[in-house]
T-cell receptor, first 111, second 112 residues
């Protein structure tokens, strides 16, 4: 079966712009989580959605937001981009508690 | 708050050597997860541990859930070039069934 698909793979944006990243989970998985990964900081939890509802949110500013659609696909949005937002953004889906399957990520570079 | 301390930060090893890495916390965990991430890809789950003292293997990989519930260990026997990557430990955040916290990773490099 198809894995978790994240688009785009790479993105370059300018400071102050906004960006939307997309994640299509494994078919049948209703939980989608987003993480930010930067060198030296590891994976930092952004938020988790289940059945279109945000169940958990990490300690990120309000510029980071997300949503989930009825088909479980999820998007995350970052407004007013800052240089420090440059990172690999990972999406993971699961049908159970901890059996997360990750996508390959979107590499965002803010210049 | 809860934190996972992973060590070593990186390891340079010869092919064929055994590798050991660990993850510790000042908090108790009920589940320990070990993931591997290769360049350009997302992390892949290697082993999940659910019970204190549990020892679980996946091929040449063996992981243990520490009896204090505050640590976990991952061993790789007879390393091969494809073992290169970053190994992460992770565990569920207290009071949350759906949020994981992660160690900073152990980068495994094979000496030529």
């Amino acid at each position: 079966k198809a894995g978790v698909t994240q688009t785009p793979r790479y993105l370059i944006k300018t400071r102050g712009q906004q960006v939307t990243l997309s994640c299509s989970p494994i078919s049948g998985h209703r939980s989608v989580s987003w993480y930010q990964q930067t060198p030296g900081q590891g994976l930092q939890f952004l938020f988790e959605y289940f059945s279109e509802t945000q169940r958990n949110k990490g300690n990120f500013p309000g510029r980071f937001s997300g949503r989930q659609f009825s088909n479980s696909r999820s998007e995350m949005n970052v407004s007013t981009l800052e240089l420090g937002d440059s990172a690999l953004y990972l999406c993971a889906s699961t049908s159970g508690l901890y059996g997360y399957t990750f996508g390959s990520g979107t590499r965002l570079t803010v210049v | 708050g809860q934190q996972l301390n992973q060590s070593p930060q990186s390891m340079f090893i010869q092919e064929g050597e055994d590798v050991s890495m660990n993850c510790t916390s000042s908090s108790i965990f009920n589940t320990w997860l070990w993931y591997k991430q290769e360049p350009g890809e997302g992390p892949v789950l290697l082993i999940a541990l659910y019970k204190a003292g549990e020892l679980t293997s996946n091929g040449r990989l063996t992981a243990q859930f520490g009896i204090t519930r505050k640590d976990s260990f991952l061993n790789i026997s007879a390393s091969i070039p494809s073992d290169v990557g970053i190994y992460f430990c992770a565990g569920p955040l207290r009071d949350s069934n759906y949020q994981l916290i992660w160690g900073a990773g152990t980068k495994l490099i094979i000496k030529p």
